[in-house]
Structure formats: structure tokens, C-alpha cells
């Protein structure tokens, strides 16, 4: 380590336009001791032995709030299905399920063909409909993938929390993501180019993903539309391409780093707003600065980041395991 010098500039400190987040890009700190990879374990037979996820132990879990994929004269809580919503058994609010994305013990996002993620999308849409039906007013969907990202199984699988308010992070981007004067639609508008890593059209929108030119974490990924669709569950078709760019983020990360754990998120907002998706790989532990001052500490500045994401991009999914 070079000696402090007096004059030495504090790197700035970069604040995230939609949430406000504040962020300092510190490379220096790539190469701590300890920030390897947490990644990936491989399954043990114990583990495929007792999935309660895998088809054929339906009987596992509690009785099923849907199915999808399964023909007409398929028994509830049988064999036959491709998606299937049940709740949680460790609920920490009143209702919370579990979307189960395979019938067979797939491990991660990145294994699942697009049909399969495009179907999850729909099992969320639907769950998404029965809660505002009841008057829930945010449905949150989250990916847990890897235990450092808090899986506590790891047949993959997504979570719905119902809430009758938006939860607080929904609640503080949303004045930034007026139509009026939409922070998403400027980031997007002058998103440098090299940051981007890939593009889809859908209808009259184009879905980005993209390196998080203020990421908390290495390697953040946002996915957006390039316009204000309304409710994200409204706007299936466009939230299942969002959600498959998210998952080809994910693969390359993989590609990068090795099976890398990660939390994927919707924001969604009723009424105005941007919907969006997060990427957050959980390479990093977040310690007392970041949780103490509120100032999150980046190894991997952006470019950087993108510079090898995106030639990650024609390499297999499922790189080696890190020895
Ligand atoms: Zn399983
Ligand atoms: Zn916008
Ligand atoms: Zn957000």
C-alpha cells in the first residue's frame, strides 16, 4: 500500500439518481484478502433426496395456490405441472409464497430455458391480479439465488410478498420516477453505450440491460423499459424479457466470476412510476461503513465491470466452479 499522501483526493462520491443511494468506486480494495467468491455449493444427495420442490413430493409443501402447465385433468397438488405457487412455510408477512420455477431440481435462473422464465412471469401476473382483487396494494418479487444471497433452498425458486403499501424502497424512488420528470427515462437517455449489454424490443418498448453506472455492489445490473408501462404485472410480455435479461446478466456473471450468488428484484409502482429490475450479485459483504454510513464501498468500477461482462457474452452458461 502506497503511504497517505496530505494531498491525496477522496475518490467522489457518486449518488445513485433513483434512489438516492450514495456509492464510492474504491478498485484499491479489489484485491483485500477474503473477498473471494462465496459461490456456489454443489448439490448433495441429501439435498435431492429431500427437495420439496422436485415433482413427485407435492405432498411437501402446503397445499398449492396454482399450477401452470398442467393439463385439465391434473389433481391439485399432483404430478404434471411446469410452475407451481405455494405458500411459505416461514412467512415473515401475512401472505408470501413461493414460486416454484421447475419441476426438476434446477439450481438456478440461468438453467432455465426462456418458455420456463416466461411462465413464471405469468404465475407472478396471477398472483398479482388475486392480490388486487383482495385490495393489496404491492405485490414484491424477489429472487433469493445462493445462500450468501439468502436462499434457504436451492431448487430455484421466487417469492411473492403482498403488501397494502409499498414497501420502503419502493416508497423512496418513487418521486424520482414521475412521468414528468422521470430519473430512469434520463439515465437511460444518457446511459453510456459501453455500460449497456444488451437490448430487446418489445412492442414499442425497448428493454435494457445494463451495468449500474452507480452500483452499490460489483457487477449491479439494472433492466429497464425504455418507457412508463404502468403496473409491471399489467405488461407481461415486456416483464418476461426484462426478467430473461436480468437471468443472461446473471449467466454472464457466472461466466466472470463462477456460480455466484445474487438477489434479483421488481420494483413496481401503482400509479406513476418506472418499473424496473435489479441485479445485486453478493460478492461483496456489506460491512460497517455501508450499513453504518449509508455509503457503499465498490471495488468494480462500472466500465470495468461491463468491459468483462460483455465479453462474457458468447462463452457457455454454467462456468467452472472456483477451486
Ligand atoms: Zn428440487
Ligand atoms: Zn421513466
Ligand atoms: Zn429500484
Known amino acids: 500500500m502506497t503511504p497517505e499522501s496530505p494531498k491525496r483526493k477522496a475518490p ?3 449518488s445513485d439518481p433513483i434512489s438516492g443511494r450514495k456509492v ?12 473471494g467468491n462465496a459461490g456456489i455449493a454443489a448439490a448433495t444427495a441429501e439435498e435431492l433426496e429431500r427437495c420439496p420442490f422436485c415433482e413427485g413430493r407435492e405432498d411437501k409443501t402446503p397445499p398449492e395456490l396454482l399450477a401452470l402447465g398442467g393439463t385439465a385433468a391434473r389433481a391439485p397438488d399432483s404430478p404434471g405441472w411446469k ?24 439450481r438456478s435462473v440461468t438453467e432455465l430455458p426462456p418458455g420456463q422464465l416466461a411462465l413464471v412471469v405469468e404465475a407472478w401476473a396471477e398472483v398479482a391480479e ?16 445462493g445462500t450468501a444471497a439468502g436462499a434457504s433452498l436451492a431448487h430455484s425458486h421466487s417469492q411473492l410478498v403482498w403488501l397494502d403499501h409499498a414497501p420502503p424502497e419502493v416508497a423512496l424512488e418513487q418521486p424520482q420516477l414521475s412521468s414528468d420528470n422521470c430519473a ?31 452500483g452499490r455492489a460489483p457487477y449491479e ?22 426478467f430473461a435479461l ?31 429490475l435489479e441485479l445485486i450479485p453478493r460478492l461483496n459483504v456489506f460491512a460497517g461503513v455501508e450499513l453504518g454510513l449509508g455509503i457503499f464501498v465498490n471495488p468494480t468500477p462500472p466500465s470495468e465491470a461491463a468491459r468483462l461482462l460483455r465479453a462474457a457474452t458468447n462463452e457457455v452458461s454454467g462456468a467452472k466452479a472456483r477451486p
Open 12 to 14: 467522489p462520491l457518486l
Open 24 to 35: 464510492v468506486l474504491a478498485p484499491g480494495r479489489r484485491r483485500r484478502p477474503g473477498n
Open 83 to 106: 410452475v407451481r405457487v405455494v405458500p411459505n412455510l416461514y412467512s415473515a408477512f401475512e401472505r408470501q409464497q413461493v414460486v416454484i420455477h421447475s419441476p426438476r431440481h434446477v
Open 130 to 145: 388475486r392480490a388486487w382483487r383482495e385490495g393489496f396494494d404491492h405485490l414484491q418479487v424477489f429472487v433469493n439465488e
Open 184 to 214: 430512469l427515462c434520463a439515465l437511460l437517455a444518457h446511459l453510456n453505450p459501453k455500460l449497456v449489454l444488451d437490448e430487446r424490443k418489445v412492442g414499442k418498448s425497448i428493454l435494457t440491460l445494463a451495468v449500474s453506472p452507480s
Open 221 to 242: 445490473l439494472l433492466v429497464a423499459p425504455s418507457d412508463h408501462l404502468g403496473d409491471a404485472f399489467g405488461a407481461t410480455e415486456e416483464l418476461a424479457a426484462a
Open 246 to 276: 436480468a437471468v443472461e446478466g446473471a449467466r454472464r456473471l457466472n461466466v466472470v466470476e463462477g456460480p455466484s450468488p445474487f438477489n434479483i428484484w421488481l420494483h413496481n409502482f401503482q400509479g406513476d412510476g418506472h418499473w424496473h
